[in-house]
């Protein structure tokens, strides 16, 4: 069958960081899983990635969703290659794509009309190319009347070859059994002393095979990153094309600063997103949505209609017609049920927010089941933690929870409980009831005129 090859065995020194380079991220994923995402979306899933520096790292990334080779010393893109035989070999009936881990644009539509081509043309190896005003840096295609020739490195190359503007992508198919027969003649006698993958190209013609290059129509798939500067370069790129999406699919950008969409978030028509926004992992918002300014929400599924301003929102789900902010944190596994009102300096976590609840302001509401039509009153706090463990609070519909209560969990209000204002919640209260706690309010006539006429002075304690 057909299958891939990545190379990640690269450093990325310029980087300064104890990162392999195709772990830097893109829109919030590793260059390494633009790449993979690209060969399972053209239907590959036998994939083996090589590895080298810092191989552990990719290695937790990975898991086991594909197969790796450790390639202990970097001695070139060939030498790369030669690692993955023993996966070679296990399968030579197709052919195999080898691909850069630090290149992220591929993608699955180039990797399958050049498998198209490679085949009808019945090839031993095709180069996916492109064509770009800078070709510095990149190896250069060497064309013929009939085909290509090779591909010439830049550091070998003449004053001529440098001025061909047809470069390498780093992206190959290669018939299997092909592949296998190239890996073995490979040398390194070049101005790097590397074994470089792209000679297979000048070995295959002269033992006779057939080798052709297919331009790709995104000249992007050539992009890389050697420094922060092109990775910024990279994040631009594909965050000006992931916006440019939302606005084809009827989401409002009145500006776009500050706003960093990830690739794998939904967004309904109608839906607003205002600066400052970063919206990252399995985020879904519905339609006529305003988000924004300043909001951070991951993980997390929103309804139509949602109002958020100032929020950030991790791994939780909000209904349709909801209001929430300005600056309200709303942290995994909440649920805030439709037509809820949570407003300013509110921390909502673990809890369930009944339909038309209000939570105002000034609120921590943690490990919570809230009913609906509840008013919480500002200053509310559900005391979830006793030192040793987190126990739950539950709040009945329709309750009125006055202002700065505390309920100490575990405790039930019931429905149409009323707390009174500074009240602390030890006990359940029932349904309808009224749980007030007050000591007695001493009144004394003229306290700060006696207290300040002894010292000699009038009404200020300034002096203190
Ligand atoms: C390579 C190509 C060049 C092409 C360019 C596209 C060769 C000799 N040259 O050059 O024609 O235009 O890619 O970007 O192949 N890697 C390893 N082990 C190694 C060396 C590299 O795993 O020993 C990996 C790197 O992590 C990277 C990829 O192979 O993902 C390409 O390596 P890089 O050093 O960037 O190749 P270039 O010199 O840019
Ligand atoms: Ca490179």
Redesign the pocket.
């Known amino acids: 069958m057909n299958q891939a090859v ?7 020194k310029r980087m300064k960081a104890p990162i ?3 772990m830097f991220k893109v829109l919030g994923e590793p260059m390494l899983e633009w790449v993979l995402g690209a060969c399972e979306q053209a239907g590959l899933s036998r994939i083996c990635v ?4 810092e191989a552990q790292q990719i290695e937790d990334y990975l898991g086991d969703r594909c197969r790796t080779a450790l ?1 202990a ?8 290659v030669q ?1 993955t035989i023993p996966f070679l070999q296990e399968d030579t009936a197709g052919s195999t794509l080898v ?5 992220p644009f591929i993608d699955s539509e180039t990797i399958a009309d050049s498998l198209a081509r490679h085949e009808k043309e019945g090839n031993a190896v095709t180069v996916i190319t492109a064509n770009v005003e800078q070709p510095f ?4 295609i060497l064309r013929t009347d009939s085909g290509i020739a090779g ?4 550091k070998d190359a003449t004053d001529e070859q440098r001025r061909i503007t047809e ?5 190959y198919w290669f018939r299997t059994a092909d592949l296998l027969k190239l890996l073995g003649k490979l040398e390194n006698n ?1 101005a ?1 002393n ?6 297979t190209i000048a070995i295959a013609l002269k033992d006779g095979l057939r080798a052709g290059a297919y331009c790709s129509h995104n000249p992007d798939v ?1 992009l ?1 990153a ?1 420094d922060r500067k092109g990775l910024l370069k990279l994040n631009t790129a594909a965050r000006m094309a992931v916006l440019h999406q939302h606005m084809a699919n009827g989401v409002g950008f009145a500006c776009t600063d500050g706003i960093i969409i990830e690739r794998s978030v939904k967004i309904g028509a109608g839906t607003e997103i205002l600066p400052n926004t970063i919206l990252r992992g399995n985020t879904v918002i519905g339609e006529n949505c305003v988000i924004g300014p300043g909001c951070v929400v991951e993980d997390t599924v929103i309804g139509d209609r949602v109002t958020l301003n100032t929020v950030q929102a991790y791994q939780s789900v909000i209904d349709s017609d909801v209001k929430i902010g300005p600056f309200v944190h709303i942290r995994p596994d909440s649920h805030i049920c439709s037509g809820a009102k949570i407003g300013d300096f509110v921390e909502i976590k673990n809890t369930t927010v009944g339909e038309d609840t209000a939570i105002a302001h000034l609120a921590y509401l943690g490990d919570s089941d809230i009913g609906k039509d509840v008013n919480i009153g500002c200053g509310c706090v559900t005391v979830n933690f006793d030192g040793v463990k987190k126990s739950r609070c539950v709040i009945g519909d329709h309750a009125f929870v006055g202002c700065n209560t505390n309920l100490i969990a575990p405790v039930e209000l019931g429905k149409h409980a009323y707390t009174a204002a500074g009240t602390t919640v030890t006990t359940d209260v029932p349904d309808y009831a009224l749980a007030i706690d007050r000591g007695v309010l001493h009144i004394k006539d003229g306290y700060t005129l006696r207290k300040f006429a002894v010292k000699g002075k009038k009404g200020s304690d300034s002096s203190k």
């Open positions: 990545i190379l990640a065995g690269g450093q990325g392999p380079k195709p090589v590895t080298g520096y390639q010393e970097r001695l070139g893109t060939g030498h790369a690692q691909l850069c881990g630090d290149a840096g990149y190896g250069r591909i010439v490195e830049e470069i390498n992508s780093g992206c070049n790097q590397e074994y470089y993958l792209t000679d050539v890389g050697n």
